[in-house]
C-alpha cells in the first residue's frame, strides 16, 4: 500500500502561482505513474498531469498546458505540480495519485492509490 499526502495549496489571486507536492511512503516501488487530478465542485474528477518514474514522460489535460509542470524527485519519492498564471477556474481540491502499471493513464479509475487532497482557490 502507497500513503500520499498532498501539501501547497491555498488563496491566491487569478495569474499567480502556486505549487503543489506530493510525498509517497510505504511501497512507493509502485509508484511508476504519479499525478495530479482535480475535483471542482459539482463536477467530475478530471485528469491535470501525470509522469511516469522510469523514463520522465509527461501528460497534461489541454487546459493547462503551458501553465502547469509536473515534476519528480525519485529519491525524495515526491511529486510536484507548479502552477503558473493561475485562473478562477483552476479553483478545485487537487488530489495526487499513483498507479503501479507503466502507461500512464489520464483516467482517474487506473490509480489505485490517492492522497486527501489539497484546496486551491484562485480569486478573480
Known amino acids: 500500500q502507497v500513503q500520499l499526502v498532498e501539501s501547497g495549496g491555498g488563496l491566491v489571486q487569478a495569474g499567480g502561482s502556486l505549487r503543489l507536492s506530493c510525498v509517497a511512503s510505504g511501497r512507493t516501488f509502485s509508484t511508476a505513474c504519479m499525478g495530479w487530478f482535480r475535483q471542482a465542485p459539482g463536477k467530475e474528477r478530471e485528469f491535470v498531469a501525470t509522469?511516469?518514474?522510469?523514463?520522465?514522460?509527461?501528460s497534461y489535460a489541454d487546459s493547462v498546458k503551458g501553465r502547469f509542470t509536473i515534476s519528480r524527485d525519485n529519491a525524495q519519492n515526491t511529486v510536484y505540480l507548479q502552477m503558473n498564471s493561475l485562473k478562477p477556474e483552476d479553483t478545485a481540491i487537487f488530489y495526487c495519485?499513483?498507479?503501479?502499471?507503466?502507461?500512464?493513464?489520464?483516467?482517474?479509475?487506473?490509480?489505485?492509490?490517492w492522497g486527501q487532497g489539497t484546496q486551491v482557490t484562485v480569486s478573480s
Open positions: 495519485a499513483a498507479s503501479q502499471r507503466n502507461y500512464c493513464y489520464t483516467q482517474a479509475k487506473m490509480y489505485g492509490s
Open positions: 509522469i511516469n518514474k522510469n523514463d520522465g514522460r509527461t
